[in-house]
Every structure is written in C-alpha cells, then in structure tokens.
C-alpha cells in the first residue's frame, strides 16, 4: 500500500508540474472533457437518473419487475428488481445502472449480496454512445454499433450468470446512508445533479491524465497507444481505435475497451457503489470479465458476418 501511495503521489506531482508549465494545453483539455460531458452525457444521462428515481419512489418498479422475478431468481440469483435496472442500464448507459442499484440497496429494496451480484451484468453502455457515437459516428457504419452493442449486452448477460453465487456480508441498517423513507422531489433532483456533476469532474480529470501520459503513449505502437487510452478513457480509446485499425480489429478492440468501460467509467460507476461498500478490486474483476466475454463474442459475430 505504501508502494501504491508513492508511486501515485509522483504522478499526481508530475501533472501538477506539467500543469503549471503548460496551462494553456490543460485548461483546454480539461473544457474538452466538460464539453465532451455537457455535449453527450449530461443530456443523455440526466433525464435516465432523474426518471428512474421517480419510479423507484412510486413503487412502479417492484411492479414492472413482477413479471421477471423467476427468470432473473433462476439465472442470476437476483431479486425481480435487476431486470429493471438491467433494462435502464442497457437503454441508458453508464453510470445509471450503478446508480440505480445502489439507490435500491439505500432503500432497503435489495440486499448487500444481490447488489453485489447485480452489478456484474447491471454496469453497461447503451446504444446511443455504442451505436450512435462509435458505431455510425466513429466508425462510420451503424452496422459495427450493432455488432458491439449485441456483443456488449450478452457478455453482459453471461457475466451476470458467473457471479450469481457472489456473497456479502450485510451491513447493519444503521449503516446505510439513507432509509426506507423516500425522497421529495427537490430531494430527488439534488440527488441526480449531485450523481451526474460527479461524473463530469471524473470525465474532465481525465481528460487531463490522458494528456500527461500523453509522451509516453507517443512511442508506442498506433493500435497499441489507441487501446491503452481506451483502458483509461472509453471515448478517446474509441476515437483512437477508428483511425488506427481495420475494421475487423476495429469493433473487436472498441468491444472490449467498452465492457470493461475504462478507469475513467469504473471510477464513474464507483462513486455510485461506493454506498454499499463494495470492494473496488470485485467491481474491476467483474468489469474485466464483462470485456473478455463480449470480446469473445465480438470476435465470432465478426467472423460470421465476414469482415
């Protein structure tokens, strides 16, 4: 740990210098995150947060979920709740499904251990950032969107089944943040402006980092630097990613820097999780699994349709 910290501290030093010598090139880069924020997360995002949260407190949730409850009981070892959260979270993206299961565990709604296990298929991207942004916008074809958002949704699936038997200790109430009270609506809209301005400092801040690794990432390999800056930032990976590689390679790299969602994404989601006091090194793992999945299936679904 002591290691971690040193290590950690010199390279926080070395962007401070950075940023003092160069400020120009950083405050430019840091109003590119907020404006990547302000432009594609904030008016996608924002609305997905607000709304659910008003359905969880109406009690429309539990009734939606009723339908599911064998399947999702069967498969996954989960409460009828997670397939509602799946669906927003496949519909909406990240960070909403992190968020949506910790606000049901503050609510009393699910347990520690369900929550655990909801995370590792409930963590997504939607289709408007996979197939809208990367797909038709960066890759220019609508068609390679489908092909990773079909590949991103069933590793997702899959990953949910290997964690079905996952367990945590639970917590005494007490603990929570919160109780089964709900929340007004001046609470609700704190509460969702909080979520989603947390996410853009994230996004900004690495913007920043990604510039300081910047003369490091310069010497290596094209394909190779676009992947590292996809492991920390997801759309800077993939902006990368569709200048430097065939498309074959092209979907397969973008599949899997998607599904593990990046440090940038992983931090997004955790600040959510972190109410439930989730072990940060599980939500990686399963992060990393949710990757190797769908690139898995990326790889055949690329080979089927013969790119």
Known sequence: MKKYRF????????????????????????????????????????????????????????????????????????????????????????????KMTADLYESNKISRSEAFRMTSFCSTSGPMFIIGAVGAGMLCSAKFGYIIFLAHALGAFINGFLYRKVKAEELPVTEKQNNNTKQDLNGMIVDSAISIIAVGVIIAIFFVVITSLSPILNLLPAPLASIFAGLIEITKGCMDISTCMPSAFAIIASTFIISFGGISTILQSFTMLNRLKMPIWLFVLQKFTHAILATLIAVILVLICGF
Not at 23 to 43: D, F
Not at 48 to 54: D, I, N, Q
Not at 66 to 81: D, H, I, V, W, Y
Request: glycine share 6%; charged share 5%; hydrophobic share 55%.
């Open 7 to 98: 290590f950690l501290s010199i390279f926080v030093i070395y962007i401070i210098v950075n940023m003092v010598i160069f400020p120009k090139l950083y405050i430019n880069q840091t109003l590119s995150g907020l404006s990547a924020w302000a432009m594609n997360v904030l008016p996608s995002v924002l609305p997905f947060m607000f709304f659910t949260k008003v359905l969880s407190n109406l009690g429309t949730v539990e009734r939606f979920s009723g339908f599911f409850a064998r399947p999702m009981q069967k498969f996954f070892n989960s409460p009828a709740l997670s397939s509602y959260v799946f669906l927003m979270s496949i519909i909406s993206g990240y960070p909403v499904g992190a």
